[in-house]
């Protein structure tokens, strides 16, 4: 029986050894699972965001060999868009991009308002939409009275022209009274060959990132009310010539190097620079190619003139190669 009573008093005593956690020690606990958490998510997110950004870049590169294919095949480049038929150059590298099929179904010389093309201006293309950005593959557009599929890729116009209203000269323009046509490799009607870009394929830009905005409104330099919005393939509202209104809308599809990158997130910047700039939703930057196929991470922050120099085709400026 004492045998017996000590053995009992033994187990009793091992079961209270084995207290249950306290409600400190677990919150103590979870505090601590919470700090590492902390610590693991931001780099989590990094790596996410890097992962998006190269994605953008592979895709932005497609293009950039898109119209570099239809340079090959057509002895020059698309044009920026046509006039009077307000194709652009997105809509012209298609067969370029694995998107044959789609370019088979529209009419590059058609109305963008009567089908078959009103219907392809719905087509959502993932490759035209970058990963980072939050930004609603089809939207309606008032002034097309139909969806249209956004776009975070615009090509390159300028280098030298900040505005598409206003004054002259315009970003986009061809030659018009006694201007010469935009300094980039596209514009209105554009037929710029690879021999015409002088400052050196390496060297010129051809396509970027934008972000459009169309919760965004302001008043332009004509004194009109514009807003933030790029679109694919088509539209009915750009120009050859300045319109009696005194400004265009060629920012739908063509940009401008001559304004900061990602002025859309400067408070003060006018509403044509926010049109025509060059921004994405990546950290500190924005993808951009160049007439060679070559992809940059450019910094927001990089010199304004060399910049503004890699916008023109012509220009004679001596650009070094950032990446």
């Not at 400190?24 to 996410?48: D, F, H, K, T």
């Not at 037929?191 to 015409?196: L, Y």
Request: glycine share 8%; with cysteine.
């Amino acid at each position: 029986m004492k045998e017996a009573k000590a053995m009992r008093l033994r187990y009793s005593a091992r079961r209270q050894s084995f207290k249950a956690f306290t409600l400190i020690e677990l919150l103590v606990v979870i505090a601590i699972i919470g700090i590492l958490v902390s610590l693991l998510l931001p780099a989590v997110q990094q790596v996410r965001e890097s992962a998006r950004r190269i994605q953008c870049a592979n895709q932005l590169k497609q293009m950039v060999l898109g119209t570099l294919n239809y340079e090959s095949a057509n002895r020059k480049f698309p044009p920026g868009f046509t006039f009077p038929y307000n194709t652009m150059w997105s809509a012209m590298i298609l067969p370029h991009i694995e998107q044959g099929n789609l370019y088979s179904q529209i009419d590059v010389e058609g109305d963008w308002t009567a089908s078959p093309n009103r219907e392809a201006l719905g087509v959502a293309l993932d490759i035209f939409l970058c990963p980072s950005a939050s930004i609603v593959p089809v939207q309606f557009d008032e002034s097309m009275g139909n969806d249209r599929v956004n776009s975070c890729y615009l090509a390159v116009s300028s280098g030298l022209r900040d505005r598409e209203a206003g004054e002259l000269p315009w970003c986009g323009m061809g030659k018009y009274q006694g201007y010469p046509e935009s300094d980039g490799v596209f514009f209105v009607n554009s037929k710029t060959r690879a021999a015409e870009i002088t400052d050196g394929l390496s060297n010129t830009l051809v396509l970027g990132e934008s972000i459009p905005d169309q919760e965004f409104l302001d008043v332009d330099f004509a004194g009109n009310v514009q807003k933030v919005d790029h679109w694919i393939l088509g539209s009915n509202e750009m120009n050859d010539v300045p319109p009696p209104a005194n400004s265009n809308e060629i920012s739908e599809c063509l940009g401008s190097t001559a304004v900061p990158i990602n002025s859309l997130d400067i408070a003060d910047a006018p509403i044509d620079f926010k049109e025509l700039c060059f921004g994405s939703a990546h950290i500190s930057g924005v993808n951009m190619g160049f007439a060679d196929g070559h992809i940059t991470f450019l910094s927001d922050q990089v010199d304004a003139q060399v910049y503004s120099a890699m916008g023109t085709r012509a220009g004679a400026e001596v650009v070094n190669r950032l990446d």
